[in-house]
């Protein structure tokens, strides 16, 4: 097993998280599954945390990566706060028992009644992202009578070499402002009677796979916190990093914590700000599996598919991103090893979990555990092709506990209805 894929280990040749056998909890809550493990998840959170010791650094959960209210709750209990884009997210981490004072909202489109609420919920700073925004922002605080503490999302024109879909600080996207135009933006901003303009933002995209990368942008930030000074600012005391963190899905090597800590505390400390970070994936990652189970294998002559019970719908990564996920049987014993697909029911050739993939062979019955699923796993499945979306399950100890139900098939039609137009009449 990948040292990466830690709270998954076999014994015996039975895969466990954490002390909790994976074919049981399968058997108990159904597959397709989404597991994850308590002790990693809290375990990756707490090293991160010491890299940053002796430092006053909040670190914000990206609620995205996984937004899961026991996986945010688990983390909060260890200190954790919450970087959240809606306001879907901001009641997921206040009801979590996160402190508002470490809840940072980034995204480019919030609403006045997002704004309100997060206002009203006295959170750490809004992430504004447009000078329209601001406005909003500022409004909105006039309204209730408040200073709206905000960061202004610096694009910083760094090519953190992301996947297209998941670059957010190079030129031409739609997220922060333009560098070369921030200072100006900030001037006026800090004139705004209900704004208070306490730092900078910058998220560089997902995942930044080297350190010279976070280094450029904090270079940037620097160099902009101290022309900032030098033009009056007074305010500036929040510089928040963004996340980013990669991990290893099949190759890759993480980042080493120590030196990306060191990068952000010196930057930090040069311009005397607090520290804020978004890491998601970093955390939860691969603190989660998805189950699956077998329903057939179908052999063409040319190729074989391993038709199982998830699917696009459950975890998309593989077809939207390309993206490789470990794929491992739950029980191992001796077997031949062949080239398969692995591949939903849903109806589109992009439905897949895996192309060409090295897999012991596996028959109709039995479960498929994909790794690294923990991120941008469940918050992305849908419900496409009329599919309940999976149970979650979190192991803590050798306890394995339902966090969230499986959609039940009347959940996929509540809040539809038929007009009456459209009724002939016969129905009641
Ligand atoms: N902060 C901001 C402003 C972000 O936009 C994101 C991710 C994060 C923090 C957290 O990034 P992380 O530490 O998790 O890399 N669905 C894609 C990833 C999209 C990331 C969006 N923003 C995937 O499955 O790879």
């Known amino acids: 097993m990948k040292e990466a894929f830690e709270g998954f280990a076999y014994r015996n040749g039975e895969l466990y998280c954490d002390d909790a056998p994976v074919a049981e909890i399968c058997e108990r809550y159904g597959t397709p599954l989404y597991i994850y493990s308590h002790a990693a998840l809290t375990g990756r959170f707490r090293r991160l945390r010491e890299a940053f010791s002796g430092v006053d650094a909040t670190i914000c959960y990206s609620v995205k990566s996984n937004s899961n209210i026991a996986v945010i709750r688990a983390l909060a209990q260890e200190g954790a706060g919450a970087d959240i884009v809606s306001v879907g997210e901001l009641r997921r981490a206040l009801s979590a028992g996160v402190d508002p004072q470490k809840i940072v909202f980034a995204g480019v489109g919030k609403t006045e009644a997002e704004i309100a609420e997060a206002l009203d919920a006295g959170i750490l700073a809004f992430a504004v992202e447009s000078a329209p925004e601001a406005y909003a922002v500022g409004r909105a605080a006039e309204k209730a009578g408040k200073r709206a503490p905000i960061t202004l999302r610096i694009n910083p024109d760094v090519d953190a070499k992301t996947h297209r879909h998941t ?26 009677a209900h704004l208070d303009v306490c730092g900078a933002h910058i998220h560089l995209g997902s995942p930044v796979t080297t350190i010279e990368a976070y280094e450029s942008a904090m270079d940037k930030a620097v160099a902009l916190i101290a022309k900032l000074r030098d033009n009056g600012s ?25 030196e990306y800590a060191r990068v952000m505390m010196d930057g930090a400390a040069k311009v005397g700000c607090r520290l804020a970070l978004e890491p998601g994936r970093y955390i939860s990652g691969n ?14 002559g040319h ?19 390309g993206s490789w996920h470990e794929i491992r049987p739950v029980e191992l014993r001796e077997r031949e090893i062949e080239t398969v697909d692995v591949v939903g029911p849903i109806c589109e050739s992009g439905d897949f979990l895996a192309k060409d993939r090295s897999l012991p ?33 979190m192991t803590i100890g050798g306890e394995a506990l339902l966090i969230r139900e499986r959609e039940t098939l009347d959940d996929l039609t509540r809040g539809e209805r038929i007009p ?9």
């Open 287 to 300: 603190s989660g599996i998805l189950c699956a189970r077998v329903l057939y294998r179908k052999e063409t």
């Open 234 to 258: 007074r305010s500036l005391r929040l510089l928040n990093m963004g996340g980013g963190l990669p991990i290893v899905y099949k190759d890759e090597t993480e980042l080493d914590l120590n």
């Open 420 to 428: 009456e137009i459209l009724l002939d009449g016969k129905e009641s």
């Open 361 to 393: 062979r596996m028959e109709a019955g039995e479960t498929l555990a994909i790794f690294s699923a923990g991120a941008y796993g469940f918050v992305m499945s849908s419900n496409y092709n009329s599919r309940p979306r999976a149970a979650e399950a």
């Open 303 to 321: 190729k074989t598919f391993i038709i199982v019970d998830g699917a696009m719908n459950d975890l998309i990564r593989p077809s939207f991103y």
């Open 167 to 192: 670059t957010t600080g190079k030129k031409g996207v739609k997220f922060g402002v333009d560098i070369d135009a921030a200072p100006r933006l900030f001037k006026e901003l800090e004139n705004h």
